[in-house]
């Protein structure tokens, strides 16, 4: 006994004195760790100072019941109660049975709100214990945040994101400039293995990562966007695209990407104005004719015999879509009625014993090669090079002359045709226009030409002539309007099926169909002098309802056009970015006045901007709806009645 005895204050002295900091060490591990505090991204904002993504704060409450002392307890816990039913919405008994049980248990971890807000929380601090702090009220406050894209699901791809998803436009091309740095905290491991943390403050404060400001106008982007869904809705098309570009500048002020789900409905699926690559049709016939133009080989007036408008190269038929043919006619109606023999003709005749030369000019104007953005995922183009003889073949001239037989992204054909716009000078297409911390601007996108000037100046005069004589008296008359000028070309394109195996198990060879078509337009206005190029896609509209882009795209881009005419001044070049953002910090002021407003009642958000209206009411308790974008015209649920909790008000912007 007495050797045992000698052995266990051996023992002790040595874990208690020898090995006493490792085990002290080993002890602390177990039950205390260092939690990160992840920081909030950086904002990016629209040109005009409105957000399109940002990070909001939600907060877990909990309650260490055994920190608050007994006496304290009993005196406060009603009113905590109340106060609690107040603002989460069940009876004020609900939680008093729910406190107090937690007290009697010894529950240290107690669960009181998921996802509250950070006004909620701000408010919640001062309830009754809980403004004694974690040590002596046992409040627990735990911070998530998650992305918000305050405009909803538009211009989604292109705003885009960085997360388990991977890195995609905006966003993801900026990730590390608008990562933030981390902040820390201690927590202490408690009952169930559960851990709260140690103080009500962090050890280390994240700070915020850096803001990207954008070239995209919110007011353009809703425009674009809806113009572009409703037709896609009448025409049930698969999916389809519409880009805005400032012509000068090579700003993006709107760019939508729409495809249709199982269920019927349209979002931003892909974004198809940048990643897919296709076979554009008679869009292309611009740079068939410029190149013949700038050639000096033909002019708008030189005369091409398309005969009863069908034709055969090589066995390969190529025909008018009116029936007849046109006859003999200018080159200049060639384009404006869209003949594709008349095109095919002009350009076999000139270049068919040097398409090398045809050639060189395609890749002059752009469409050989990617144009290189930020945002990953740009198609690769594909246009056959005569001196590549494995992929260049007897037709591959005529082919490509009038759309076929080549690909390219609807962003490159923008660019094209904005740099005829703009005089000739070709302009990279971009998305960011400064990149900002702290308010301080560290970084600025100057426009970025790519071609200085791409054809003669009278090559150009010619070209913006028929353009808008398309729309005149050419395939596009139907969107023609006396009120403003417009000038582009229609496009409509069978699409190519790749060989595959039937329902049937059948081989079926590659063809193009005669039931899928992909319809276009592209231009710009006004035509006197161009501020805006627009170009709309889209794919496998029902043919029963229509497939020419005369009928199916041109009407998306006579509404974007009049109505950015009717909502923006035509000289605005661009919103002054000091006056735009003091304009956020007013309705910021305004936003928090509102806070402190009766938590009883449901506030007065008419007048407030859309983003905002939508982060104070779900702060207090209520469900939001919101239809259209900007201000807040009217709200379903008027100010001044009874807040219940859960209630869904809706919210109409104008």
Not at 271 to 286: D, R
Not at 518 to 540: D, L, R, T, W
Request: hydrophobic share 35%; glycine share 8%; aromatic share 10%.
């Amino acid at each position: 006994m007495a050797i045992f005895f000698v052995a266990i204050i051996y023992k002790l002295i040595d874990i208690q004195f020898i090995e006493g900091e490792k085990y002290k060490a080993l002890a602390t591990e177990l039950t205390i760790r260092q939690d990160t505090v992840y920081a909030n991204k950086g904002n990016i904002y629209a040109v005009d100072g409105n957000l399109l993504a940002t990070s909001m704060s939600k907060f877990t409450i909990r309650m260490d019941v055994v920190a608050v002392e007994e006496i304290e307890f009993e005196k406060n816990v009603v009113a905590l109660s109340k106060e609690l039913s107040k603002m989460l919405g069940k009876s004020a008994a609900h939680y008093l049975l729910k406190l107090k049980a937690a007290k009697k248990s010894k529950n240290r971890y107690l669960l009181i709100a998921r996802n509250i807000g950070y006004n909620d929380y701000l408010v919640m601090k001062e309830f009754p214990i809980f403004k004694l702090g974690v040590y002596k009220g046992g409040f627990i406050a735990e911070q998530k945040t998650f992305r918000a894209h305050p405009i909803g699901k538009i211009a989604e791809r292109t705003i885009g994101y960085d997360d388990f998803r991977g890195e995609a436009g905006i966003e993801g091309a900026f990730a590390d400039f608008m990562q933030g740095e981390n902040g820390l905290r201690w927590k202490q491991k408690i009952a169930k293995n559960q851990w709260k943390p140690i103080s009500d403050v962090n050890e280390k404060e994240p700070i915020d990562g850096h803001d990207v400001i954008t070239t995209i106008d919110v007011n353009i982007q809703d425009i674009t966007h809806h113009a572009l869904q409703a037709q896609l809705e009448k025409l049930n098309a698969n999916h389809g695209c519409a880009v805005v570009m400032e012509t000068k500048t090579g700003e993006v002020r709107a760019i939508s990407n729409l495809g249709k789900s199982s269920e019927g409905t349209y979002f931003e699926k892909r974004n198809y104005a940048i990643w897919e690559s296709h076979e554009p049709g008679s869009t292309f016939k611009l740079a068939s004719l410029m190149a013949a133009l700038d050639d000096k080989v033909i002019d708008t007036s030189t005369v091409v015999d398309t005969g009863n408008g069908i034709m055969f190269i090589n066995g390969s038929k190529i025909e008018d879509s009116k029936r007849g043919g046109y006859g003999k006619i200018s080159a200049a109606r060639v384009f404006e009625a869209s003949s594709n023999v008349g095109i095919v003709k002009l350009i076999r005749e000139h270049y068919d014993n040097n398409p090398q030369k045809f050639y060189d000019k395609i890749e002059k104007y752009g469409f050989t090669k990617p144009i290189g953005f930020q945002i990953k995922g740009e198609g690769m183009p594909y246009v056959p090079n005569p001196n590549d003889k494995n992929r260049w073949n007897k037709i591959s001239l005529e082919w490509m002359s009038w759309g076929y037989g080549i690909s390219i992204t609807p962003m490159q054909t923008l660019m094209f045709y904005n740099a005829v716009a703009n005089n000739g000078i070709m302009v990279k297409p971009h998305f960011v226009r400064e990149l900002r911390r702290q308010n301080k601007t560290v970084k600025v996108f100057n426009t970025e030409i790519v071609n200085p000037k791409i054809a003669s100046d009278e090559t150009l005069k010619k070209l913006k002539k028929v353009m808008q004589n398309v729309v005149v008296k050419g395939t596009a008359h139907n969107i023609y309007s006396p009120n403003f000028s417009m000038a582009g070309k229609t496009g409509t394109a069978k699409k190519y099926i790749s060989a595959h195996k039937d329902e049937n198990g059948e081989h079926v060879s590659g063809h193009y169909s005669k039931e899928r078509y992909v319809a276009s337009f592209v231009g710009f206005f006004p035509v006197e002098n161009p501020k805006y190029s627009c170009i709309v896609v889209v794919h496998e509209p029902d043919k029963s309802k229509g497939y020419y882009g005369a009928t199916v795209a041109a009407p998306i881009f006579k509404e974007i056009a009049q109505k950015i005419y009717t909502t923006t001044p035509i000289d605005h070049q661009s919103v002054n970015d000091f006056v735009a953002f003091s304009s956020i910090d007013n309705e910021y002021k305004n936003y928090q006045k509102m806070l402190k407003s009766n938590h009883d009642l449901v506030p007065n958000v008419e007048g407030m901007a859309g983003m905002d209206a939508v982060s104070l009411l779900e702060n207090i308790g209520l469900k939001v709806k919101i239809s259209g974008i900007g201000k807040v015209k009217n709200q379903s649920i008027k100010s001044g009645e009874k807040l219940i909790k859960g209630n869904t008000i809706n919210l109409k912007l104008l």
